[in-house]
């Protein structure tokens, strides 16, 4: 049974960094993970994601370049560290498994990922 656990969310002034984490038990060694976020009043958007054995990181356009997303498999912990935070960043951040690699031009679907964590909320004031 796939479960995942994010933490490390909070309040940032604008350009501040904070570094999310997801703990992951029950994952495959070809498991994909994705980070996700769901600003007020709006739709789930892609972040960035990866597998668990290494390979693939692609990145929303928005973040390329201040979010990275790494992994820790002794630890099973997922990671996103977030720089020069923006306050259009503000959302709760989701991460999310698939069990299969597939294609990476699939990994920034919402629908492929058939588990979820509960969430962690990001709030940057500018």
């Known amino acids: 049974q796939v479960q995942l656990a994010e933490s490390g969310g909070g309040m940032v002034q604008a350009g501040g960094s904070l570094t999310l984490s997801c703990v992951v038990s029950g994952i495959g ?30 990145y929303a356009d928005s973040v390329r370049g201040r979010f990275t997303i790494s992994r820790d498999r002794a630890k099973n912990t997922l990671y996103l ?33 058939g588990c979820w964590g509960q969430g962690t909320q990001v709030t940057v004031s500018s």
């Open 29 to 58: 060694r070809d498991s994909v993970l994705g980070w996700f976020r769901e600003p007020p009043g709006k739709e789930r958007d892609f972040v960035a994601a990866t597998t668990w054995s290494g390979g693939s990181t692609p």
């Open 81 to 113: 560290q977030m720089n020069r935070l923006k306050p259009e960043d503000t959302a709760v951040y989701y991460c999310a498994e698939r069990r299969n690699r597939s294609i990476v031009g699939v990994w920034a679907r919402p629908g492929v990922y």
